[in-house]
């Protein structure tokens, strides 16, 4: 499913592996301590290799950990895209803790190191909805509107956006959103 914005950029829902599709550059759903773990984290450093967890510890030696709702770059390593911006998203705890706008900062952080690297398109989990307890119809509003919101700018370099929705349910939470 695609959508297009008034300026004929677009965000484009495609199930499956985020590892496996090209893009300048690839979103991970990373920690505060940038350590690596499960879900597609795991996915993106097992694919990626060794690289990507060396540039992380040289990152964490200099700056510490990176703050929930922000991201830092990396290369890519072996990953069919240029860097990897590791987001760390917010844990879910019923969302009054501030949650929505941490989830939101996390789009617009990554959206930001993207025009500053001149990246042309760039591809996204579901950040948060995973082991961090993110409802998918809450998380994919956020996502989708901040990315919308983004798109619609006169200038950006980014001219496509590819969400990676991992299930054929986490698809069909998306489309619904953008359909709205
Ligand atoms: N491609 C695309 N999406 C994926 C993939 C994949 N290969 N694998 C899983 N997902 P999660 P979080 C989806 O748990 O909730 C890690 O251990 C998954 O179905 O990966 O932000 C980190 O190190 C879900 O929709 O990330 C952190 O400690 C979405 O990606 C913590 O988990 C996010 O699920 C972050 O938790």
Redesign the pocket.
Known sequence: MEWTSATGRKIVLQEG???RVAADAIVN???TALA????????IHRAGGAEIMRELDAIRRETGHCATGSAVATSAGKLPAKYVFHAV?PVYRGGRHGEPDLLASCYRQCLRMAEEREVRTISF????????GYPLEEAAAIALREVKAHLEQPRTTVQQVIF?L??RQ?YEVYAASLDK
């Not at 690596?36 to 996915?43: I, M, S």
């Not at 989990?125 to 961090?132: C, D, K, L, N, Q």
């Open positions: 592996d985020i590892t759903a990373a920690n690596g773990g499960g879900g597609v984290d795991g996915a998203g989990p579901a950040i948060s909805t995973g082991v961090y990676v991992f299930g986490a």
